[in-house]
């Protein structure tokens, strides 16, 4: 394996593991588990975009929510620049919520 080659499988699993320690304020739950994280996107020149969206388009961290998730990501040693889009197609709900998260929420 050259060292230009991606590891995109280890990569990925550092990203998810710092949207995992990312938490909406209204609910004790991370970002990850709650389904708010619809895709992450990772180019060769360990570019990451991140596609999510927020529980509501009135989210009360709908500004600080992506700037903190791109902040933690951009962390990353391997990773040179993060962008965080939001989208609300399809809109949030409990549906893409984890079972982790549904339990946590004594929703199960």
């Not at 991370?30 to 009135?58: A, R």
């Amino acid at each position: 394996m050259s060292e230009t080659t991606i590891d995109t499988n280890v990569l990925g699993d550092k990203i998810v593991r710092v949207l995992k320690n990312i938490y909406d304020p209204e609910i004790p739950v991370d970002i990850y588990e709650l389904g708010l994280i619809y895709d992450v996107f990772v180019n060769e020149d360990y570019e990451v975009k991140i596609l999510m969206t927020l529980t509501s388009p009135n989210c009360p961290v709908a500004e600080t929510l992506p700037l903190e998730v791109e902040e933690k990501v951009k962390s990353i040693n391997e990773v040179k620049d993060a962008e965080v889009e939001i989208t609300f197609d399809p809109p949030w709900s409990q549906d893409l919520m984890s079972e982790e998260a549904k339990l946590e929420l004594g929703m199960l």
